[in-house]
């Protein structure tokens, strides 16, 4: 996508676009600046979305639930999600297992984050998209999983029922 700094400079940042296998196009900036390491962040929403505390409570509550990721909030209240990696832990495999750790982390806070994710919380139709980065999934997510908590994908939400049929005694 983009990106400052030629390599070997001081400090440089690259811009990629990833893919988990259920949150497509999670935006995330690679920062290095020598001597300090490499900080992968991820806007995780889009600009001036109402959070609602629901919400950002369980960002926060990722913090201590799952390893090696933080959430935290941009001066604009804009939602990130980050990892970082000290210059003595930076390889390829490192940045290949960063990367996967936030696409793990988006995939699996996917239905619960949606109202920081989308337009009034209503989540893109990806049913019938592939994740454009299947190599990078299948070298690295059995590492990334094997030291995180154990999950499950929440089972489909039913239609919600309209204010009418509620009124009217509808059945489900």
Request: glycine share 8%; hydrophobic share 40%; no cysteine.
């Amino acid at each position: 996508m983009g990106g400052v700094g030629q390599p070997g400079d001081p400090a440089l940042t690259r811009d990629v676009v990833i893919d988990g296998s259920r949150r497509f196009d999670l935006r995330v900036t690679l920062a290095w600046v020598e001597g300090v390491g490499l900080s992968l962040w991820a806007y995780y929403g889009h600009e001036e979305m109402e959070i609602p505390k629901r919400v950002l409570h369980t960002m926060l509550r990722t913090n201590f639930d799952q390893p090696m990721v933080k959430f935290a909030l941009t001066d604009d209240e804009r939602p990130m999600l980050m990892t970082e990696l000290p210059p003595s832990a930076i390889s390829r495999d490192e940045l290949g297992r960063g990367l996967v750790r936030l696409a793990v982390v988006a995939d699996r806070l996917l239905e619960e984050t949606a109202p920081a994710i989308a337009d009034r919380g209503q989540l893109p139709d990806w049913s019938g998209r592939t994740s454009r980065n299947t190599p990078l999934l299948a070298t690295y997510l059995a590492d990334v999983e094997s030291v995180m908590p154990a999950w499950a994908a929440p089972p489909p939400r039913a239609p919600r029922r309209g204010l009418l049929s509620r009124l009217l005694g509808g059945r489900r």
